[in-house]
């Protein structure tokens, strides 16, 4: 057992390894699993629900104020990693709310007071990754990075784009070539990171930005995708808020979408923990929903029954639905495009959550999912369309009779409705402003501050070009 009060630990029950919280690693180093930050809780000041009342009263400030604002770390002791309160870099993120959607229950055949939307579109890059970005950064800030990194499907990217501005690293997002919704790439825009627009989807983004900070460790880039543990402590907030709305009551149902599946693992550890403190006696159910055109989850979980399994999980099994995608040429594709996503890294914490709180995998398809949009719009705050796939599959599996009609069932709106205002204009109107804006004629930026998307061919030396880097790091066994 570590000494310290955090550490980082292997997932893999035959490994787990344990490494530092002042290390820096993307998978561990010895067996390759994902890593968690666990802590010794006995050796911690024991969390209790009452500590973090009202510390949302603050108006954030100075100090420890500031993290009193954050709806991130008022829940500090649930996420004790850092060292001291300096090392946090926070910018007020989290004030979210849990809303009784009451409309929108009679809607899909709910019983009102008994179905609540989690709104994290109130973030302040407009969705839920801003929880897990903070968190992030503090880790980056500890471990005196100053150049981080992330491939995205564009909410990721806006978010680190804003935290790096304001907290002096510099940032680096790769996207896919027309693969991002506009609201989300003008965010990394304006925000100054340097935006790579790779040819390739979200899953080729994601290889090149590992291989980049892992294999090249002389361009001393951060990784901020959600393999890094340190991110997915800082999405468990969302849940803590949940259950600080609820009076810590645990609803029945936590209903999420997944693409990368990093919020729902980190969803699993929360109650894990809450469990093991004794801050809870039962656990929520998860259902966590794709797209019917990025559904490797459901597929591998639903139709071919790959199960946690203890951490013993079947690769084989994985292996194989990856080859058939390669074989037949399939690639992620939905109109929600923050999880279009065909190799979701977190598979592995994803089972892990799913065997924890008895979990379900559903998918919906793009219809259903702007269907539920538009209701969300109609009875809620809005949001973009991979966030209405929690309430479409809420609805599903309601009709299917899995959700009882008093069960108490929360969805996560994970994301703002103006981040894909295209969508919406499209299911309303029928007018495709993406197509017109790809047909308008494209004039040269002028701006002062103009910062263009560098548009870069998805190969390992044109992006250590692309970075500023000698061409030369990239080795003959990188390529
Ligand atoms: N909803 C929205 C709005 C998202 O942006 C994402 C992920 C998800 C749901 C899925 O969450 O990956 O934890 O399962 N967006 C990532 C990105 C991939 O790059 O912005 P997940």
């Not at 991002?180 to 790779?198: E, N, P």
């Not at 460790?217 to 951060?222: D, E, K, R, S, V």
């Not at 991979?386 to 599903?396: L, N, P």
């Not at 197509?435 to 002028?446: D, G, K, N, R, S």
Request: aromatic share 8%; net charge negative.
């Amino acid at each position: 057992m570590p000494t310290d009060h955090a550490y980082q630990q292997c997932i893999h029950p035959d490994c787990g390894a344990t490494f530092s919280v002042d290390e820096v690693h993307v998978a561990c180093p010895q067996c390759g699993s994902l890593l968690d930050v666990r802590y010794n809780w006995d050796r911690l000041v024991t969390p209790k629900w009452d500590m973090f009342e009202y510390r949302w009263m603050t108006k954030g400030e100075h100090g420890k104020g500031a993290l009193d604002f954050s709806g991130v770390w008022r829940f500090r002791e649930l996420m004790p990693f850092y060292h001291k309160y300096e090392d946090v870099v926070t910018i007020g993120e989290g004030r979210t709310n849990l809303q009784d959607a009451r409309k929108l229950a009679r809607h899909i055949g709910h019983t009102p007071g008994k179905f609540h939307l989690q709104y994290e579109g109130l973030n302040p890059t407009g969705s839920f990754k801003d929880n897990g970005m903070t968190a992030a950064f503090t880790h980056a800030n500890m471990v005196g990075a100053d150049k981080v990194a992330c491939a995205s499907t564009g909410n990721t990217s806006a978010s680190l784009a804003m935290f790096a501005d304001m907290a002096g690293f510099k940032g680096v997002v790769f996207i896919g070539s027309g693969k991002i919704a506009y609201g989300k790439l003008s965010q990394a825009l304006d925000y100054g990171a340097l935006t790579l627009q790779v040819q390739g989807d979200f899953d080729a983004c994601l290889r090149r930005v590992k291989q980049i900070a892992v294999e090249i460790p002389q361009l001393g880039i951060y990784l901020m995708n959600s393999v890094n543990p340190f991110r997915l402590e800082g999405q468990k907030a969302i849940m803590f808020r949940v259950l600080e709305a609820r009076g810590w009551n645990v609803p029945d149902w936590i209903i999420v979408p997944g693409g990368n599946l990093g919020n729902c693992s980190a969803f699993g550890k929360a109650f894990m923990e809450l469990k093991e403190l004794g801050l809870i006696d039962r656990v929520p159910r998860l259902a966590v929903i794709q797209a019917t055109g990025a559904n490797p989850l459901y597929t591998l979980f639903e139709k071919r029954g790959l199960r946690w399994n203890g951490g013993r999980w079947d690769k084989d099994m994985r292996n194989a639905l990856y080859a058939e995608y390669d074989d037949q040429g399939i690639r992620a594709h939905t109109i929600a495009s923050a999880i279009e996503i065909g190799r979701p890294v977190n598979l592995s914490k994803a089972l892990r959550a799913l065997d924890y709180m008895d979990g379900v995998v559903r998918e919906v398809d793009d219809e259903t999912i702007l269907e539920h949009k538009a209701m969300v719009g109609r009875y809620g705050f809005g949001c973009e369309p991979a966030s209405a796939a929690s309430v479409a599959g809420a609805h599903m599996l309601i009709d299917e009779g899995i959700i009882n009609k008093d069960d108490d069932v929360v969805c996560i709106l994970t994301g703002h409705q103006l981040k894909d205002p295209d969508a919406t204009v499209k299911y309303h109107t029928g007018i495709d402003m993406k197509a017109i804006q790809e047909q308008a004629p494209h004039t040269e930026p002028h701006g002062k501050l103009s910062n263009t998307p560098v548009p870069v061919a998805d190969d390992l030396t044109a992006i250590v070009e692309a970075l500023g880097g000698d061409p030369s790091l990239v080795t003959a066994a990188l390529r």
